[in-house]
């Protein structure tokens, strides 16, 4: 006898989480920006330059209007070839702005890792830094792919090469508005490879809502972030782990970002206690580095509220001996679909 097929529905007994998918990211993420207008949003951890949510907002629509005044369109590609930095999350935030899409790329990948996926993704501009840009321009120059760069070391004979202040100069209010819908694509980041080539993953402005709203709104988060949070970015910004659950997600709920461009373990203590670090997101090897330092007990790291770990398992052990470290802060991973675990 064929039993007919049955629907189990499991519900959560708290209320469902409001997800405004009809928003596009840029408005979503910015939508209390009267509410953190003056709380600082982007800390540079090298230089110590920090940004005002009204500064960040200003810089992304002023460089809207600058990707309009070179020909970008939306729709368009732009490939982000940076190491973290406050200009990768001003030139994400502006290209969504501009209802352009965003291809990231690790900056040590080879020239020909580099012209294939810009090539699969039809970019149409790379914003790079001085350190890369030869291999972008090995493919740039035979493709009609303008190429800009952020900062000014490089030299004046590397014509047709433009620079970032072009956007950032520019005058906001020629910003064109966009009708953005949910379904549009504003991010286009790149697999790892682990189970075969590196592929692109297709998301949507209502994809990267939805899962920014699980993990940082309703009334019981799966990440408890706030306004009063300083979350620590030593993650690559490529990657769409840092990307979405500690920028995006920190952009949303009013909290400052510490933005640290390499990791280095007497550097990151040195920044956790000068900025009062409340949440850490970190990875295995990172965790390992942290348990193992001889350092730890040189610095007041007691700011650290939660540790939250990604991108692989974290093991028993070396959970326990990281507890012993940091034993006044609540300990979680994150999954591949970006779900905050608290495991202690």
Do not use: W
Not at 28 to 34: A, E, N, P, R, T
Not at 309 to 331: D, I, M, N, S, Y
């Amino acid at each position: 006898m064929e039993l007919s097929p049955q629907e189990f529905i499991f519900r959560s007994p708290l209320p469902d989480i409001p997800i405004p998918t009809h928003l596009p990211l840029y408005s979503y993420c910015f939508q209390k920006l009267s509410q953190f207008h003056d709380r600082p949003c982007l800390i540079d951890g090298d230089t110590s330059e920090t940004l005002t949510y009204a500064d960040v907002d200003l810089s992304a629509r002023r460089i809207s209007a600058g990707l309009h005044k070179i020909g970008i369109c939306q729709g368009d590609v732009i490939m982000l070839v940076l190491r973290n930095c406050p200009q990768f999350a001003l030139a994400f935030l502006g290209a969504t702005h501009r209802g352009a899409v965003v291809t990231t790329a690790n900056p040590f990948y080879t020239p020909a890792e580099l012209a294939k996926q810009a090539m699969a993704t039809k970019t149409r501009l790379v914003i790079t830094q001085s350190a890369y840009l030869e291999k972008i321009k090995s493919f740039a120059d035979d493709s009609d792919v303008m190429v800009m760069c952020i900062d000014d070391d490089y030299s004046s004979e590397n014509d047709g090469v433009l620079h970032f202040s072009t956007l950032t100069n520019a005058d906001e209010r020629e910003a064109p508005a966009v009708k953005i819908n949910p379904d549009d694509l504003v991010a286009l980041p790149f697999s790892s490879g682990t189970s075969g080539l590196p592929k692109g993953v297709m998301l949507s402005h209502e994809n990267l809502v939805t899962t920014i709203s699980q993990l940082v709104d309703g009334e019981n988060p799966h990440q408890y972030t706030h306004s009063e949070d300083v979350l620590l970015c030593v993650l690559p910004m490529f990657h769409i782990y840092a990307l979405n659950s500690i920028l995006l997600c920190g952009i949303r709920s009013g909290a400052a970002v510490l933005i640290v461009q390499k990791f280095e373990i007497t550097t990151l203590f040195e920044l956790i206690e000068k900025y009062k670090v409340t949440v850490a997101s970190f990875v295995p090897p990172i965790v390992l580095a942290l348990v193992k330092s001889g350092e730890t007990h040189r610095y007041d790291l007691s700011s650290i509220r939660a540790v939250v770990t990604g991108a692989a398992p974290l093991g028993g052990e070396l959970q326990e001996a990281v507890k012993a470290r940091l034993p006044h802060a609540t300990f979680g991973q994150v999954s591949f679909s970006l779900l905050f675990l608290k495991i202690n």
